[in-house]
């Protein structure tokens, strides 16, 4: 069975920085878009970043020069480095994938179970 799992996150001091990542469990043909998404507490959940599988970058206008995305295309395992961490980033982080099971099959989108990202003032 194929899961995303999550691994970083914690407690973290305003400015301070975390690492998220995120690994492909099970066997797939391809991995295509990655990504990171977040919730937090009585909020809609909200695109962070964005890597494609050629290496293109989008990020939501709140982290752009302060998050880094990356990918590793032979591990299937998609980073995310916070950097200048501010109270208002504290959320669930997810992460986000569209996997090709087979060669022949369509795009199907999976989801993380979450990490708990919390930045203190």
């Known amino acids: 069975q194929v899961q995303l799992v999550e691994s970083g996150g914690g407690l973290v001091q305003a400015g301070g920085s975390l690492r998220l990542s995120c690994a492909v469990s099970?066997?797939?043909?391809?991995?295509?878009?990655m990504g990171w998404y977040r919730q937090g507490l009585g909020k809609q959940r909200e695109l962070v970043a964005l890597?494609?599988?050629?290496?293109?970058?989008y990020y939501a206008d709140s982290v752009k020069g302060r998050f880094d995305i990356s990918r590793d295309n032979a591990k299937n395992t998609v980073d995310l480095q916070m950097n200048s961490l501010k109270p208002e980033d504290t959320a669930v982080y997810y992460c986000?994938?569209?996997?090709?099971?087979?060669?022949?099959?369509?795009?199907?989108?999976?989801w993380g179970q979450g990490t708990q990202v919390t930045v203190s003032s």
């Open positions: 986000n994938a569209d996997l090709d099971l087979t060669r022949w099959g369509t795009s199907e989108n999976y």
């Open positions: 099970g066997s797939t043909f391809r991995v295509n878009t």
């Open positions: 890597i494609s599988s050629h290496g293109s970058t």
